[in-house]
Structures are given as C-alpha cells and as structure tokens.
C-alpha cells in the first residue's frame, strides 16, 4: 500500500561530511562509558551508520573518582585500536583527549603534564552537576595562562545557571567555549535542559556539539529526535564541527 506521508529526517541523518564529534565515553573499562572492547566496536558501527567519520574520545578525569592518569589512558587507546584493527575496523578515526572535571585536583594537573586537548590546544571540561566551583573564573584564566583554550561540556546541563542566564554571557566573555549535548535537544535530561538547550542556540552561544555516548541507550535515544525545528536549530552547530575539524 502506498502513501502519501514522507518520514520525518531524524538528526542522525542530517550529520554533514567530515562531522568530527567531539565528547564520547567509547574508551573502554576507564570511566563510566563503555564496559569492554567488544561494546565499543558495537557503538563505533553504529556511529558509522550516521556517518560518522571522525571521534574524539574523552574519557573522564576526576580527582577520587576516576583518576586516569595521560600514560594509562594512551595505553588503554593503543589496545583499543589494535582491537579494531584484529576486527578490521578502520571507519572512524579516533584522537585521544580527556573530559577535565575543574575540581580541586585540577590546577596540579594544569601545573605539572601536558593535558590531552581535543584539537591543537583545546581542552574540554566539565562542572559538577552540584555547583560551579568557587573559583570557576580563576580556573578558566589559569588555563588560558598556561596556553589551552577551554571548552566547556554541556552547559546546559548545570542547573544552576538556568536561573541566571547573564552567568552564560558572562563565561562566554572570558573566552570559554560551549559544547552542546545532542541529547539534550530531546527530554532526555529533562524537560528544563531541553528548554535551556535551545534558548542558548537562538541566543547564538553554543560553539560545538557532542554526543556525550556512554553505551547503546544513548544512542538509541537520540535517533528518536525527529522533529524538524530542532533539526533545523542545530545545522549551523554540526557545521561548525566540521570547520574545527579541518582547520590546522
């Protein structure tokens, strides 16, 4: 039987050429993403099937949580691509970083190794869902002290801007970055992350998106987000992705 109605594009399908996501927890047996080898390979072949093409990988590093130190984490990356490569997969081409929480552990870190950047010297970070730290500003202006340009994951995320929006601006001022959860453009975190979520994309201050996957439910979820508005928000958002990615 024949019909007349077109399914909705979903934003899986509208990834562009050369999209480079930015966040994911696809290292294995590190944080809280992925549990072996083999279920990365599964989220890996599915990113491909978005067409995805280039990942960073950006496993936490939390001061008494997850304490992933550069040498254990590049080890980690090294059995994992050789892995991929006993199961002849070579799709996607994956860069090594780190999701920085700014904790109080954070400035030894910045004094004393080199820290693993997304890109040339970009790193990302991340806030406590709690508070922002009494000391966010001094962080940040530590961090362009010693040379990285921050990026702030999720920001729409920390609730305790959402009644301050100005804190946004005024963060943005200082010279941090905005990534944008793609899951957030759903009810995933809620429906006030969702409203948030938009609010800084029309208000033009998101710089990157990322997936932030931790395992399959993540994506799942986000193949459901379908409607045309959102799409049509976040295209510009995806193409800046893909401009980082390519610039030297």
């Not at 509208?14 to 549990?35: C, E, Q, R, W």
């Not at 790193?123 to 009494?134: D, G, M, T």
């Amino acid at each position: 039987m024949f019909t007349l109605f077109k399914p909705k594009k979903t934003l899986v399908t509208n990834f562009p050429p050369n999209y480079m996501d930015l966040h994911s927890h696809i290292l294995p047996t590190v944080d809280d993403g992925a549990k072996s080898f083999e279920e990365s390979l599964v989220l890996l072949k599915r990113l491909e099937s978005y067409g995805i093409r280039k990942l960073v990988l950006t496993p936490h590093i939390m001061e008494g949580v997850w304490e992933n130190s550069n040498t254990f984490l590049e080890q980690r990356f090294y059995e994992l691509q050789a892995y991929l490569k006993k199961e002849q997969f070579n799709s996607i081409t994956l860069r090594l970083a780190a999701e920085y929480m700014l904790d109080s552990n954070f400035s030894t870190l910045l004094k004393e190794q080199q820290l693993l950047t997304i890109k040339d010297n970009y790193i990302l970070v991340e806030l406590s869902y709690l508070s922002a730290p009494v000391n966010l500003y001094q962080l940040l202006f530590e961090i362009q002290l010693a040379g990285y340009k921050p990026i702030l994951a999720h920001p729409e995320r920390y609730s305790f801007f959402h009644q301050n929006f100005k804190e946004y601006h005024k963060l943005k001022e200082v010279g941090c970055l905005f990534q944008l959860n793609l899951l957030s453009l759903s009810d995933y975190y809620g429906k006030d992350v969702h409203t948030i979520s938009k609010k800084l994309l029309k208000a033009n201050l998101i710089n990157f998106t990322g997936m932030d996957v931790h395992h399959i439910k993540h994506l799942n979820y986000l193949e459901k987000i379908n409607n045309p508005s959102i799409v049509k928000l976040i295209q510009p958002i995806l193409a800046n992705n893909v401009q980082f990615a390519q610039e030297n």
